[in-house]
């Protein structure tokens, strides 16, 4: 829990080694081998897809003004989700909307079923449900598959803690931020704990910082120049990251995972992506 | 399209026999249980103690909607339930063992524990009419708190603590139970406040909430404390209140009558002692209490109130020590109006009550140790009767009630409703 990262079923059931996790999914897809659909439907990168999934939720959390940390926790579920359950073999749609709705009732800010329904039918037409029933069906399912453990650490607290321990500006703090929501579009959710992603974050915060540019300048932190400009908001951070029990390497594997994020988001169509999702949801429904 | 159809894994009548009904309430019903599964290595054990659990209850929460065919989404009550019992262990919080999805139903499965404080009460002032012995008092007390700074350590408020909600097995350990009711705390998204605006049965309602504080604290939790601990020395509700009801415009009324039951032991709180009192939203009322209710301005006094239920008490007569003046310290400290001041969970546990004078008074994890009496155990109906529509604060209990059993099956339902 929030005291208590390490006795969470976050920890203790949700986090996994990128060897196993890199298993499981061969495994979930050895079970599919049979019916094709891996060659049928080819998808793009996992990241690519997972950045179409979550630009759809901030459209509709939006609208709907819904906060950060319920739109994570949704992308957490959804992550979670789809390691146990082939995407092709699901609506995506339905299960972003299932997944915002149980989001909202466990960070507190609950949505009527109906209004929910209403919202992501309007902005996935796509989705093609009509009864708010279905989102109440795939409700169980996706507990069930996450065997009710539906308490989610996010890194956004980490980062609140460490933004006066580290002297971060404000700029630097939504900087680190936005990285971090960034960070849902790779596996670190289901493989570092909080505050490491954190750490990674107001690192590269710090690192891109003094060239002015945004996170979206995604290639400014694999640069060496820019480390070279870094000044001694750098030399604290590193200091105190020496001293303390912080897991380096980890922090070092979770912003190399970031940066390569930010290269392959390069590749990112929005297009390419909406239509590949159309074509196994259009084949399934046959 | 895909729409992810939902196929259960287990069914709750493959994995269980249904003994009867416990209980009832706004949530659904509340079911003993044996497990199916005789085996020993799939028995299910308990985390702490290691044994095997014998019996069960099960919590069938109920649609929305009474007969409901459809999925209509979980409520928010079972969501925080079943997420927190997930999360949380503690020797002193009723444990999960498991939760079953069934085609439109929840079940989750506990731990079921023989007794409940509420029952225990019941059985000292109905039947023997001797008082709850001070080692079982200080015993309960001292699970209890342990169980709440668990909580809140990790950012849980309870909110609905009362004698009914706390269990106690056979073997005298104390279970907090119904977190249904329970949020997280740490920088909520929106203030407590705008959730669920009426938290905690009224008869131990926080005076902060009473006077409509907004951003109340885990103190809520350890005011509910001291009214259960009253509670178990006198056998009744301290404050036993009436809880005004909302009105046709859904405004929630001023608690006037409950805050004159404080009142007339406590006095009504002054802002000297609570600084901030000025600031809570119903101030305003404050004034109007003592109009209502005469006896507020001349108050009892806790510690009068005390010595009286001590004396009505009659411990010689009952052969148990009475509890040490310590006792009524810490009630004095647990019954604090400012929030700030009142103890927290951590700091009640380490009050002389608990540790003694030189320190390192041991305290059971068995309330019952060194007691001669057993207590009834928990009345299970068997037989089919209707419900009743009332129930109490603190009774949530219902007599026999309408079983229909843990068939879940849409059919069956619709039968009998149709």
């Given amino acids: ?286 | 399209m895909n729409l992810t159809p939902y196929t259960p894994q287990q069914h709750v009548n493959d994995l269980y026999d249904i003994v009867g009904f416990i209980s009832s309430g706004t949530y659904g019903r509340v079911y003993k249980a044996v497990s199916k599964r005789t085996a020993p290595a799939q028995a299910h054990k308990h985390p702490t103690t290691g044994r095997p659990i014998e019996a069960f209850a099960i919590k069938k929460f109920k649609p929305d909607k009474e007969g409901e065919l459809q999925y209509t989404g979980i409520s928010q009550s079972a969501i925080r339930e079943m997420a927190l019992c997930t999360e949380l262990s503690h020797p002193a919080l009723i444990h999960l063992v498991e939760i079953i999805l069934e085609a439109k139903c929840i079940f989750m499965v506990f731990e079921y524990a023989e007794h409940d404080l509420l029952q225990i009460i019941h059985h000292h002032s109905l039947l023997n009419r001797t008082p709850i012995p001070a080692s079982t008092l200080r015993s309960c007390l001292f699970q209890l708190i342990s169980g709440l700074l668990y909580l809140h350590r990790n950012w849980v408020i309870h909110r609905d603590l009362k004698p009914a909600n706390i269990m106690v097995t056979s073997s005298g350990a104390i279970k907090i139970g119904d977190l249904g009711l329970a949020r997280m705390f740490y920088k909520p998204l929106h203030a407590l406040f705008s959730g669920d605006k009426v938290v905690v049965t009224i008869w131990y309602r926080a005076p902060e909430l009473l006077l409509g504080s907004r951003h109340y604290t885990p103190a809520i939790d350890l005011w509910a404390v001291g009214c259960i601990f009253a509670e178990l020395m006198s056998l009744r509700p301290i404050f036993k209140g009436e809880e005004a009801k909302q009105d046709s415009k859904k405004a929630v009324p001023f608690q006037r009558n409950q805050m004159g039951k404080i009142a007339e032991i406590l006095g009504l709180p002054k802002k000297q002692d609570w600084p901030l009192l000025t600031a809570m939203p119903e101030y305003q009322h404050l004034g109007t209490v003592g109009v209502y209710n005469q006896a507020v301005n001349r108050p009892v006094g806790l510690e009068r109130w005390y010595r009286t239920t001590m004396g009505n008490n009659n411990y010689a007569a009952s052969n148990s020590p009475p509890p040490s003046d310590d006792a009524l310290d810490l009630l004095q400290k647990l019954l604090e109006y400012d929030p700030l001041k009142r103890l927290t969970a951590e700091q009640a546990l380490e009050h002389p009550y608990f540790v003694g004078a030189d320190g390192n008074d041991k305290v059971s994890w068995n309330c019952f140790e060194g007691l001669e009496t057993k207590y009834p155990a928990r009345k299970v109906t068997t037989e089919a009767q209707e419900i009743g529509t009332s129930s109490l604060p603190g009774t949530k209990r219902a007599g026999p009630s309408d079983d229909i059993g843990l068939y879940g099956k849409p059919g069956f339902k619709k039968a009998r409703e149709g």
């Fill in chain 1, 1 to 286: 829990m929030a005291a208590n990262y390490w006795d969470s079923t976050q920890a203790k059931y949700w986090t996994f080694t990128n060897a196993e996790l890199a298993e499981m999914r061969q495994e979930l897809a050895d079970s599919e081998q049979q019916h094709d659909l891996s060659t049928r439907f080819p998808l793009p990168d996992r990241r690519l897809v997972s950045i179409y999934l979550q630009h759809n939720l901030v459209r509709l959390a939006k609208r709907m003004s819904l906060r950060q940390q319920a739109l994570a926790t949704a992308l957490v579920y959804i992550k979670r989700y789809y390691l146990r359950v082939e995407i092709r073999r699901t609506n995506p749609y339905l299960i972003m909307t299932t997944a915002v709705y149980l989001a909202c009732k466990m960070e507190e800010c609950p949505q009527h079923i109906r209004l929910m329904l209403g919202e992501a039918a309007r902005q996935w037409p796509e989705m093609g449900v009509s009864e708010s029933s279905k989102i109440g069906e795939c409700e169980f399912a996706l507990i069930s598959t996450l065997n009710s453990r539906l308490i989610v650490h996010h890194p956004y607290r980490s980062l609140a803690e460490f933004t006066p321990l580290f002297g971060l500006t404000g700029d630097e703090q939504t900087l680190a931020a936005n990285i971090i929501n960034d960070s849902y579009n790779t596996d670190l959710s289901l493989t570092s704990a909080p505050h490491i992603i954190a750490i990674a974050a107001i690192f590269l915060a710090v690192v891109l910082r003094p060239t002015g540019q945004a996170a979206q300048n995604y290639t400014a932190a694999s640069s060496p120049a820019s480390l070279k400009q870094v000044g001694p908001k750098l030399g604290k951070l590193v200091d105190w990251l020496a001293e303390s029990k912080v897991d380096m390497g980890a922090v070092v594997d979770a912003t190399q995972e970031m940066i390569s994020l930010y290269e392959v988001w390069e590749q990112y169509h929005e297009r390419i992506c909406r239509e590949s999702f159309a074509k196994f949801m259009h084949t399934a429904n046959k």
